[in-house]
RNA sequence: GCCCGAGUGGCGGAAUUGGCAGACGCGGAGGUCUCAAAAACCUUUGAGGAAACUCGUGUGGGUUCGAGUCCCACCUCGGGCACCA
């Protein structure tokens, strides 16, 4: 009986089905289900207006795991929410004399639209925002937590402050010299500061990347760089009195990772800002120079100091220190090329073994003497055993090779030399015996600077008594709440804001000051994932049973641009929140997919400012959600950029227009109820049903590696064939039960990509009940899948000659023999030395 | 300078363990239907060649019966770190 074939109305079919999903709260997470749990989580976005199509990607990637994990039989949790606190908010309410809170919420509402309408199966009961005081409060609780713990202070250093977003910026929010959110270039200002004492756990944060093998090879990479682990040594030397010579008790250490070329230091240097060059040349004759390179590096802004090209400066400052090995004094100078808060702050000036100490050695004529050769130098002949600093200077254009043999070195000369080399653990262990030396594992990393001089974030819980000092706000007055009646669009802050500040020290209850700095941010996102597990838990930011049924978090998608900043603070959280006894993992992110980013046609960023950027509102009007989440996953691989194209989005709408037609033309004959006798199809039938279960396990499979482009092809091939067979093989010749598990299988395999023509398809073509989520996804079969007959390729000496069709069971030798003859012109009169054969796919005949 | 990736048709890309390179889609060409167009459908589409066949995965070598895939050297592009001692 002919059906006519609806058309396939985007817009009608996606509204409904978006009712009846938050109707029957069909997303819902069970926390009390028996299937096995799965955690897919998305990034959560910044609620700076609508969604865009760098969002539309990362969540289209994420529903399409969540949506097939549940088919698979897991119970799934999907959550949403809002990295609610930051800047954008803050400026926004200043410029338009508004409340940040407002323009936040309303943002948020038009970001849940947006998401609703794209069909993505959150579970919306668990939407955490970070900007409600239920959520932030424990992120207070965090704050204190570390304090007693010591993992939180207070200290005053040099910090980069941004002069457009008027607040301080912690070390990996400089990019490229740069502020990470306006392109400002920062200044330097020496600033009383909070600060996460995520040093402690630098080694950690770097071993237990090993264990993340389902994290990708550059993000893991980034991170080493960027916690940057060098192994080496701290030195003593003692600095000379006046005279120049003579050793004083006061000793002043240097870090190096090449303590084998100790006996080249021909100079010492200490950096601009260090408060011991200023001792140094207080009162005397060096002092002026001194000053006046301190204020030229002062006023050279951070992108224009770095770089290793920059022309080095220096000054001397008159005074020696004695090398504590040869008992050599060095001129100390200042130098614009060394920094204050890496090692010690003093380095040892070696312009044989160091580019830099070459350079400036050169510049300032300092000796260059020679301590390491390649055995086939001159060099090394002339000073090969000896001991003694024979040769005092070179005429080198360049520093020597990293590695080489010690020379003019005493005991050591002869010694193979270079980054952990023979000599450098000899010189350790000698400077160790004597006290005067000690191994020593320097990091990159910093402190994280979390302390922002802005408004719309989530405060620091202290509160600084003029007697107490910082006392921590008690934990029964949390949360310490943001108010939300300043003058923004006058510019008061909280600092200014005295029913904020004005407080009594829980402590001695005298009159006291609440601290009016509030947190970074990325404090607020570092632990959001663990809140999704408990989201309405007021007792504790999660419960310690939510938190071990849950996590970890299975499958993380989101930008690469967090691979350093986010990626690394929640590390260091989950670590903190382990050791607090709270969770019993190390690591929160089990597997985690970066995908690329989506520009213009012509590949170039997509911006406000430049004008180019595609809404996803122009894709959804015209071609629907489920297009959309097709065009997205298919034009490219997840982690690869891709250029937007409305060619493909036309092509994605034709391909589920066709699947569409294809399902309801199977739909027309197919048959639930009829049990598939494979033997009794005809020719077409047993090839469409053979073609079914290929075609369904590649789909399996690409879906289970998270490559749904390939998933997405597979499901097109499964669409021209069977569309095929309805062309060939008229209606009253198709098998109901073929028709069936083949329209079935089409609509499964579609389903977590296209959601609403999925439920559509489901209920109205197929007549099913409920679900298609709640059904599971279709088995297919190894063998149904293997065909009856196969081509063979007939390689001589490699190359392709012919392609033979033999039977699939047929033995070796009979394809073997047909082989032969199908080639028989490029063998004949030749020696057989070889036959390969690759069952199902070659023979090749080495003949010569 | 150090550390990660990646180079395949006109384009996006596929090839799961060393086994038929170019799946799937876009674009192109031709056709059916139509007064015409759109839509849809069918055929075709790596290059050269009438064909046999030859060439072909950044370049040059190597291993192998067989290399996009493995090894060596190099080139180009993208990304991270970087005056970090």
């Not at 071993?207 to 080493?224: F, H, I, Y």
Request: charged share 25%; with cysteine; aromatic share 10%.
């Amino acid at each position: 009986m002919a059906r006519d074939i609806p058309a396939y109305n985007a817009e009608a079919i996606e509204t409904k089905w978006q009712q009846v999903w938050d109707r029957e709260s069909t997303f819902q997470a069970r926390d009390d289900s028996d299937r096995p749990k799965k955690y897919v989580l998305e990034m959560f976005p910044y609620p700076s207006g609508d969604l865009h199509m760098g969002h539309a990607r990362n969540y289209s990637i994420g529903d399409a795991m969540a949506r097939q994990a549940r088919m698979r039989g897991f119970e799934v949790l999907h959550p949403m929410g809002f990295d609610a606190f930051g800047l954008p908010a803050e400026n926004a309410a200043i410029k338009h004399n508004t409340q940040a809170g407002a323009w936040t919420y309303k943002n948020m509402d038009t970001a849940i639209a947006t998401m609703k309408r794209m069909g993505f199966s959150y579970d919306y009961d668990r939407l955490v925002r970070t900007c409600d005081p239920e959520y932030y409060k424990w992120g207070q609780w965090a704050f204190l937590k570390m304090w007693e713990r010591g993992l939180a202070y207070r200290a005053t250093s040099p910090v980069n402050w941004c002069p457009s977003c008027n607040t301080v910026l912690a070390n990996e929010q400089v990019v490229d010299g740069r502020c990470w959110r306006c392109g400002e270039v920062p200044e330097k200002r020496e600033l009383s500061q909070w600060y996460l004492k995520i040093t402690d756990y630098a080694q950690e944060l770097l071993d237990d990347l090993d264990q993340l093998t389902g994290w990708p090879e550059n993000v893991k990479a980034q991170q080493r760089n960027w916690i940057g682990r060098s192994e080496g040594a701290e030195i003593d030397f003692a600095l000379a009195a006046e005279d120049g010579v003579t050793p004083t008790d006061r000793l002043i250490t240097v870090f190096t990772t090449r303590a084998d070329t100790l006996f080249g230091v021909s100079f010492f240097l200490l950096p601009p800002e260090s408060p011991l060059a200023a001792e140094l040349v207080a009162g005397t004759e060096y002092e002026a120079a001194y000053l006046e390179l301190k204020k030229s590096v002062e006023q050279v802004s951070s992108v224009d100091r770095q770089g290793s090209g920059r022309e080095k400066h220096g000054v001397f400052t008159g005074r020696y220190v004695i090398n504590p090995l040869t008992g050599v004094p060095a001129p100390i100078w200042v130098a614009d090329y060394i920094l204050l808060d890496y090692g010690t702050g003093a380095v040892m000036g070696v312009p044989s073994g160091d580019q830099r100490d070459f350079d400036f050695a050169r510049k300032y004529d300092l000796p260059i003497p020679p301590i390491i050769a390649q055995k086939d130098d001159p060099l090394y002949e002339e000073l090969k055993d000896e001991r003694e600093l024979r040769v005092t200077n070179v005429d080198w254009d360049h520093a020597m090779d990293a590695e080489g043999y010690l020379i003019q070195s005493g005991e050591f000369t002869g010694m193979k030399g270079g980054k952990h080399s023979e000599a450098v653990d000899a010189i350790i262990a000698h400077l160790s015996e004597r006290g005067i030396g000690r191994k020593k594992v320097q990091f990159r990393l910093r402190d994280w600077l979390i302390s922002r001089q802005r408004y719309w974030g989530n405060p620091i819980p202290m509160i600084h008594c003029d007697c107490c000092g910082d006392v921590p706000v008690p934990y029964e007055d949390l949360p310490v709440r943001l108010p939300d009646d300043l003058d923004l669009g006058a510019g008061q802050t909280l600092a200014e804001y005295a029913p904020f500040y004005e407080t009594t020290c829980p402590k001695c209850g005298k009159p006291a000051r609440r601290i009016t700095d509030t947190m970074d941010t990325f404090t607020c996102s570092s632990w959001y994932y663990l809140r999704y597990c408990d989201p309405h838990n007021d007792e504790a930011p999660f419960s310690r049973e939510a938190a071990d049924h849950w996590m970890t978090v299975d499958n993380y998608i989101g930008g690469i641009e967090h691979a350093i900043l986010h990626l690394l603070y929640s590390r260091f959280w989950t670590k903190v929140m382990r050791d607090l006894g709270m969770v019993d993992f190390d690591e929160p992110f089990t597997n985690l997919l970066c995908q690329g980013m989506v520009k213009d046609a012509n590949g170039d960023t997509m911006s406000k400012s430049k004008g180019n950027v595609v809404p996803p509102s122009s894709v959804i009007g015209p071609y629907g959600a489920d297009t959309m989440r097709l065009a997205i996953l298919f034009i490219a691989p997840t982690e690869k950029d891709f250029n937007w194209d409305e060619e493909v989005v036309a092509g994605a709408n034709r391909f589920i227009k066709r699947a569409w037609r294809t399902v309801w033309g199977l739909a027309e004959t197919a048959s639930k109820d009829e049990t598939l006798d494979v033997a009794a199809l005809n020719t077409e039938g047993k090839e469409l049903f053979r073609r079914m279960n290929e075609m369904g396990i590649k789909c399996t499979a690409d879906f289970d590696r998270g490559q749904f482009n390939t998933a997405i092809s597979a499901v097109m091939e499964l669409v021209n064939d069977a569309s095929g067979y309805l062309n060939k093989v008229a209606s009253a010749d198709r098998d109901p039960a073929l028709t069936y598990a083949v329209a079935r299988s089409i609509v499964a395999m579609l389903s977590p990509i296209c959601p609403h023509w999925g439920e559509e398809l489901f209920h109205e073509a197929l007549g099913l009940e409920g679900s298609v989520y709640d059904e599971p996804w279709p088995e297919f079969d190894e063998e149904a899948a293997k065909a009856s007959t196969i081509e063979v390729a007939v390689q001589v000496k490699g190359k392709i000659r012919a392609r033979i069709q033999v039977a699939a069971d047929a033995p070796q030798a009979e394809v073997e023999g047909a082989a032969k003859e199908a080639v028989a012109r490029f063998i004949e009169g030749k020696d057989i030395k070889k036959v390969i054969y690759v069952p199902g796919k070659l023979v090749n005949i080495v003949a010569v």
